[in-house]
C-alpha cells in the first residue's frame, strides 16, 4: 500500500510527463510513449508515427477525430477494440489524455449515450477540451481529477475503459474499488495495461519499467486478477497482446460488476 506521500511524488511524476505530452503536441510535436505502443498483434494496430500510440488505431478510427487528438495518444492498446460499446450507454476513461479513446466512444454510443473523460493533467484537458470542440462532439464531458477518487455518483456508468494509466497509479486498488463503484450492475471494464511476469520481484519490475515510462511499477497477472477480484469483479479475463520490455506486457483486461 502506497502511503499518501509516495502517492503524491508518483502523481507528480506522472502528471509531469503527461503535461509535457500535451506540450509537445500543442507546438506540434509528436510524443513518444515508448515501446509500449509497439505490438503487430494488437488489435487496431496499424502503421503510424513511431513512438506514439497512435498505429495501435485503424485508419478510419484515426480519421473519426481531430488529428491533435490521435497524436496525444501514449497507449499501448486500443480498449475500443474490446469494449463493445452500444448505442445510449454511459462510458468512463480513466487517464483520457487528449480525448482519443473519448471521442471514439462519444461516437459509439450515440446521441443518447455519454461520454466521460477523467485525467488530473490540466494540460491534457485543455486539449481534449479543444479536440472535443473541433469534433463537434456534444456528448462528451472532460473531468479533472484522480482515478483513485472517480467524480461520479455510485451506479452512473455502463462501461470503464482505460489505455496504459492503471498501471501507473501509486493505488490500485482504489482504482479497482473506484470502477466498481461507479459501474452500475452488469456494467464491464474493457482495459489495455502494462503487467509484469508473475515470477519478477517489485525491483526488478521498477528497474525494467522505468525507460518505458510505468513510473510506479507494472503489477503482476496474478496481482491485477486478485485486485479484481476483491474490489468485486467477476468474468475477468486477461489477455497479452505484446512484450514491451524483458518480462513485461501489454495486456486487454475485461471484468463485470455483475
Known amino acids: 500500500m502506497t502511503n499518501p506521500a509516495e502517492l503524491d511524488q508518483i502523481r507528480e511524476r506522472v502528471r509531469a510527463r503527461y503535461a509535457q505530452a500535451a506540450v509537445t503536441v500543442a507546438v506540434g510535436g509528436v510524443p513518444s510513449c515508448g515501446d509500449t505502443c509497439v505490438g503487430a498483434d494488437e488489435p ?3 502503421a503510424d508515427e513511431p513512438g506514439s500510440g497512435a498505429g495501435l488505431y485503424s485508419a478510419s478510427e484515426q480519421g473519426e477525430v481531430p488529428a491533435d487528438a490521435v497524436t496525444a495518444s501514449l497507449g499501448c492498446g486500443n480498449p475500443l477494440a474490446v469494449a463493445g460499446l452500444r448505442d445510449g450507454e454511459t462510458v468512463l476513461d480513466l487517464g483520457s489524455g487528449g480525448g482519443l479513446d473519448v471521442l471514439l466512444s462519444a461516437r459509439r454510443v450515440g446521441p443518447a449515450g455519454k461520454a466521460y473523460g477523467l485525467d488530473m493533467t490540466e494540460e491534457m484537458l485543455s486539449l481534449a477540451r479543444a479536440n472535443a ?12 481529477g484522480h482515478i483513485e477518487a472517480i467524480p461520479l455518483p455510485d451506479s452512473s456508468v455502463d462501461v470503464i475503459i482505460s489505455n ?3 498501471n501507473l497509479s501509486g493505488d490500485k486498488a482504489a ?3 473506484e470502477s466498481f463503484r461507479v459501474l452500475r450492475a452488469g456494467g464491464r471494464l474493457g482495459v489495455s495495461d502494462i503487467l509484469a511476469e508473475d515470477h519478477l520481484t517489485p525491483a526488478e519490475r521498477a528497474e525494467r519499467g522505468g525507460p518505458i515510462g510505468c513510473i510506479a511499477g507494472a503489477p503482476s497477472f496474478v496481482e491485477y486478477h486478485d485486485g479484481l477480484t476483491e474490489a468485486g469483479f467477476t468474468g475477468i479475463s486477461i489477455s497479452p497482446t505484446h512484450e514491451v520490455a524483458t518480462g513485461l506486457h501489454a495486456a486487454i483486461i475485461r471484468a463485470v460488476k455483475a
Open 44 to 46: 487496431g494496430t496499424g
Open 175 to 177: 482504482v479497482f474499488a
Open 133 to 144: 470542440a473541433r469534433a463537434g462532439a456534444a456528448n462528451v464531458e472532460f473531468l479533472p
Open 164 to 166: 496504459c494509466v492503471i
